[in-house]
T-cell receptor, first 113, second 113 residues
Framework: KNQVEQSPQSLIILEGKNCTLQCNYTVSPFSNLRWYKQDTGRGPVSLTIMTFSENTKSNGRYTATLDADTKQSSLHITASQLSDSASYICVVSAFQAGTALIFGKGTTLSVSS | DGGITQSPKYLFRKEGQNVTLSCEQNLNHDAMYWYRQDPGQGLRLIYYSQIVNDFQKGDIAEGYSVSREKKESFPLTVTSAQKNPTAFYLC????????????FGQGTRLTVV
């Protein structure tokens, strides 16, 4: 069964600290993986996309990694800011007919001052 | 500006009533989706459409109905058959079905009173 598991479920860090969010998937055949940021009460917004051949991609203070062999991805946030407080969702796309977007449940990040 | 618009942002429904949530996009996307989000849960797919006049059930379609008469519009009706309709509903579109580059609306929070 195609699944996306994220950890931790929630995380609290101090402003200025770094953190890493994890995403493990069992989706096959794999197409690509995206990380989304969802502010409370808003729709998710894409942060970055990882394709099969990419290992690392950065978007400002966000760095995503992908290990297609172990089917793991991570999102590293550097020098966290209060505005980083949000839910981070991992979404994996599969090459298949029908529904092909598999969502993780998200990690809720709280950055405190 | 191109984008995807959901309305209303907040909606209250009496038990036994049907309500329709609006979703409009001007991105010329073929695929459109409806998701439901509950606290502590990931996004769950209700219905999706790959093309005008065609739509498919997602994982939790019972108690919901949709139509896709125009490429730009994908309204969702929450019927009285949906026993637990209070939730945050998100509409999304993507250039084609299965593309993880989904663009989300701002969501509609439905509350049954």
């Amino acid at each position: 069964k195609n699944q996306v598991e994220q950890s931790p479920q929630s995380l609290i860090i101090l402003e200025g600290k770094n953190c890493t969010l994890q995403c493990n998937y069992t989706v096959s055949p794999f197409s690509n993986l995206r990380w989304y940021k969802q502010d409370t009460g808003r729709g998710p917004v894409s942060l970055t996309i990882m394709t099969f051949s990419e290992n690392t991609k950065s978007n400002g203070r966000y760095t995503a990694t992908l290990d297609a062999d172990t089917k793991q991805s991570s999102l590293h946030i550097t020098a966290s800011q209060l505005s980083d407080s949000a839910s981070y969702i991992c979404v994996v796309s599969a090459f298949q007919a029908g529904t092909a977007l598999i969502f993780g449940k998200g990690t809720t990040l709280s950055v405190s001052s | 500006d191109g984008g995807i618009t959901q309305s209303p942002k907040y909606l209250f429904r009496k038990e036994g009533q049907n309500v329709t949530l609006s979703c409009e996009q001007n991105l010329n996307h073929d695929a459109m989706y409806w998701y439901r989000q509950d606290p502590g849960q990931g996004l769950r797919l209700i219905y999706y459409s790959q093309i005008v006049n065609d739509f498919q059930k997602g994982d939790i379609a019972e108690g919901y109905s949709v139509s896709r008469e125009k490429k730009e519009s994908f309204p969702l009706t929450v019927t009285s058959a949906q026993k637990n309709p209070t939730a945050f509903y998100l509409c999304a579109s993507s250039p084609r079905q299965g593309d993880t580059e989904a663009f989300f609306g701002q969501g509609t929070r439905l509350t049954v009173v």
